[in-house]
């Protein structure tokens, strides 16, 4: 059984760095082809995409969070990253980590609990 747990400060002042780290047990962020992804919902929006590490490394991002986003792992710890810079109040959210697979589209099979992130003074 693959579980994933977010972790993270829950209040974040404007123009700091969000930073969060999804712990990962049951399977390898290192394990082919698995991609470990960041995805928020903010109140009344749907879900958002942020980007994703791959098991060998590589990051995308979403275009429209790419300039403020940076997603990093640990292997030794078998976790990874987010970091979202100048947050802003609209950056408040639920985010989640995910692992995603490709099979003719991609899916979401395991989803960490999510953790709150407020953006206020």
């Known amino acids: 059984q693959v579980q994933l747990q977010e972790s993270g400060p829950g209040l974040v002042k404007p123009s700091q760095t969000l930073s969060l780290t999804c712990v990962v047990s049951g399977d390898s962020i290192t394990t082919s082809y698995y991609q470990w992804s960041w995805i928020r919902q903010s109140p009344g929006k749907e879900l958002e995409w942020m980007g994703h590490?791959?098991?060998?490394?590589?990051?995308y991002y979403s275009p429209s969070l790419k300039s403020r986003t940076s997603i990093s792992r640990d292997t030794s710890k078998n976790q990874f990253s987010l970091q979202l810079h100048s947050v802003t109040p609209e950056d408040t959210a639920m985010y989640y980590c995910?692992?995603?697979?490709?099979?003719?589209?991609?899916?979401?099979?395991?989803w960490g609990q999510g953790t709150q992130v407020t953006v206020s003074s």
């Open positions: 590490i791959t098991y060998d490394g590589s990051t």
């Open positions: 995910a692992r995603r697979y490709y099979s003719r589209s991609y899916y979401y099979d395991y």
